[in-house]
């Protein structure tokens, strides 16, 4: 396999969100192109649930549809799901691999590494072409996972492993971390319910977690390509309304009304002032 580059820290190429994490990997070898697009990595366990995976999947494909890069690990359970709704979402899908790129791991996944490939993406290691997948590779490579990211969603996590020590290690990084609430009593669920314990924003499909990470990176550039969303319209009075009143007036529901005013105050649609709503 001879269609790699290798990408050395300080040179063209090299993706600057790592220049500013500890332990920056000092080079990269990289399949297919790096982009600049804003990205969100979606992560989880490797024994994910069927509803994991298929929450995964969605939000995999509204990231996509978004128009954001999809980061993950390739790995089998949540991070399989991701990428797979990636590409049938038509975006751009970022692998971060445990082993040289010229070595597909889990072999299974390598069908779906060539997609993201030939859909625009990139597969990526700092390990060296013929390096082989070993356990201790993998929590030092999601330092790689979390740094790309403006924004990292836990879909479903144990107690402990991978998906946690991104989490712990995007928080480090500056990073928002976004996780999925779940039962308490189920053990995939337990990493994600102990995140939102510790100051994790819950998020809770597809849509909210567009709508959260729109504050993060900005408005979707589906929604700047076409003006307006149906997902950010609010019903808002012509002559000014209490943050309260909107709330009521908008279901009742604080956290979700709150996001779409910092949403639409964002993409200039609305003014807040002394807690006081207008039309722009």
């Excluded at 009742?252 to 639409?264: E, H």
């Amino acid at each position: 396999m001879t269609d790699h580059r290798r990408i050395v820290r300080g040179s063209p190429g090299y993706p600057a969100a790592l220049d500013y994490i500890a332990d920056p990997p000092a080079q990269l070898w990289v399949r297919g192109v790096l982009g600049e697009e804003p990205s969100v990595a979606v992560v989880g366990t490797r024994r994910a649930t069927r509803y994991g995976m298929n929450l995964a999947r969605e939000m995999g494909m509204a990231l996509a549809r978004a128009g954001w890069t999809v980061v993950s690990g390739l790995a089998r359970g949540i991070d399989g799901a991701a990428h797979r709704g990636c590409v049938e979402g038509g975006g751009r899908g970022v692998a971060v691999l445990g082993c040289g790129v010229d070595i597909w791991y889990p072999r299974e996944h390598r069908q779906l590494g060539e997609t993201l490939l030939a859909g625009g993406g990139a597969v990526i290691s700092e390990y060296p072409p013929g390096t082989h997948p070993e356990p201790w590779r993998f929590p030092a490579r999601n330092r790689i996972i979390s740094g790309l990211s403006a924004v990292v969603v836990v879909v479903e996590a144990a107690a402990k492993g991978g998906a946690l020590i991104t989490a712990r290690l995007a928080a480090e990084q500056g990073r928002e971390v976004f996780a999925v609430p779940g039962d308490v009593d189920r053990k995939t669920s337990v990493g994600t319910n102990l995140l939102i314990r510790d100051g994790a924003l819950p998020v809770f499909g597809a849509a909210d977690l567009v709508e959260a990470a729109s504050l993060v990176l900005g408005p979707p550039a589906a929604t700047l390509a076409g003006g307006s969303s149906s997902e950010i319209d609010l019903d808002l009075p012509r002559n000014g309304a209490s943050v309260e009143e909107v709330i009521e007036a908008n279901g009742g529901d604080p956290v979700a009304v709150l996001r779409r005013l910092g949403r639409l105050e964002a993409q200039g649609h609305l003014r807040i002032e002394a807690d006081e709503v207008f039309r722009a």
